[in-house]
């Protein structure tokens, strides 16, 4: 199948897989729109890193609505139905991945009654792109991006997301899946590498398909 004829793509993995680099790039491959993660507009997240405990549920909130209202807006404006590709670097249905990692449990269940009232019906990617690296990968990775408010992000922390992920992805059936690890991959910075993923995308046969390039 053919890159062009997946119209709705979506990248996703852990903080500091390189979703969102990722997804911008296939977009400029493609001449498509990009649907892209507004993290830096969460007023609790800094928060949150310093304080877990005390901010998770209003930071897992504010990403669900902001989430939700992405898609809604994107979904009236016809992005999922009008000629061209849309490439995002989220997935709603993986949402709950961090509200069960953070949140006390009846937070979480507060959490999970709005998110069943209030998520969108919305078009179901024709294909997610799932990145995987190890934890300590994603440290590196994460420090040399030199985002501020991530740099107290804890390997631990990261170990049990990478986990939640993993399992997330090990039942997703929703749409054609294929597990890219991007441990010793540059998609960003190295033509080879992305025209390498192209290549695997372009000849995909099987709903769930794996990428695995060693050093």
Known sequence: ??????????????????KTTLGNKIAMQLGGKVLLEQSQANPFLERFY?????????????????????LR???????FDNPGNLIADFLLAKDPIFARLTLADEEFKLYQQMYDHLRPQVATPDLVIYLQAEPETLIGRIKKRGIEIEASISPEYLGQLCESYSSFFYHYDDAPLLIVNNEHLDLAGNDADFNLLLARIDGMRGKREFFNRGE
């Open 50 to 70: 310093r304080d877990a405990p005390r901010y998770a549920l209003s930071t897992q909130m504010f990403f669900l609505f902001q989430r939700i209202n992405q």
């Open 73 to 79: 807006d994107a979904a009236r404006e016809d992005m």
């Open 1 to 18: 199948m053919n890159l062009t004829s997946y119209k709705y793509i979506v990248v996703e993995g852990p903080i500091g897989v390189g």
